[in-house]
């Protein structure tokens, strides 16, 4: 069985930094991407990027490009999403999720699995 | 604003039919299969419909995608109380490189 198991919630100050994680069991690591979504109070899901932990190429959103760093250890199946300096508008639920790979024009990445969801609070 | 545009509520009654329209550009719903995916409040989402109209196991026929163009729609048939939830389409942007999301559609069940 496929499973996402990220890190518990965390309550920060502006400024300060923060790494969260999401330990994957039950599938292949390594040849599988895996991502990160927000999720704002109230609001929809927005993505923020993917990590391939076989060689550790990554990409992202433009918009959370250089605001955040994704990265993965492969010896122990996590996949890590770290902020260096907070900010209030990053409070929010984020959650990791596997993507699979299809092809129809060309190659697509589907959020298939998802974590439980980690909540950030970044007070001011 | 989302990338994708999704009308934000549709409701019905429990056994009739409701479609949620999803719509978007050539980058993404006119070059790639539309994604579906449904979240029940402080839970997690759940994939719905992926490429070419599955279902994961354990989603019920009841709910079907289908796409034309730029735009897709989610079709529920005999709606039931336990669809109340909020419905998100999703699909790849060859432009921007990334999945985009549609901001939501709440479902209510009257």
């Known amino acids: 069985e496929v499973q996402l198991v990220q890190s518990g919630a965390e309550v920060k100050k502006s400024g300060e930094s923060l790494k969260i994680s999401c330990k994957g069991s039950?599938?292949?690591?390594?040849?599988?991407?895996i991502g990160w979504v927000r999720q704002r109070p109230g609001k929809g899901l927005e993505w923020m990027g993917i990590i391939f932990p076989g060689d550790s190429d990554t990409r992202y959103s433009p918009s959370f490009q250089g605001q955040v760093t994704i990265s993965a250890d492969k010896s122990i199946t996590t996949a890590y999403l770290k902020w260096s300096s907070l900010k209030a508008s990053d409070t929010a639920m984020y959650y990791c999720?596997?993507?699979?790979?299809?092809?129809?024009?060309?190659?697509?990445?589907?959020?298939?699995?998802w974590g439980q969801g980690t909540l950030v609070t970044v007070s001011s | 604003q989302s990338v994708l545009t999704q009308p934000p509520s549709a409701s019905g009654a429990p056994g009739q039919r409701v479609t949620i329209s999803c719509s978007g550009s050539?980058?993404?719903?006119?070059?790639?299969?539309v994604i579906w995916y449904h979240q029940l409040p402080g839970t997690a989402p759940k994939l719905l419909i992926y490429?070419?109209?599955q279902r994961p196991s354990g989603v019920p026929d009841r709910f079907s995608g289908s796409q034309s163009g730029t735009s897709a729609s989610l079709a529920i048939s005999g709606l039931q109380s336990e669809d109340e939830a909020d419905y998100y389409c999703?699909?790849?942007?060859?432009?921007?490189?990334?999945?985009?999301f549609g901001g939501g559609t709440k479902l209510t069940v009257l």
């Open positions: 050539s980058s993404n719903i006119g070059s790639h299969t």
């Open positions: 999703a699909a790849w942007d060859d432009s921007l490189n990334g999945v985009v």
């Open positions: 490429t070419k109209n």
């Open positions: 039950g599938y292949s690591f390594t040849n599988y991407w």
């Open positions: 999720a596997r993507h699979e790979i299809y092809y129809d024009n060309s190659g697509y990445y589907v959020p298939d699995y």
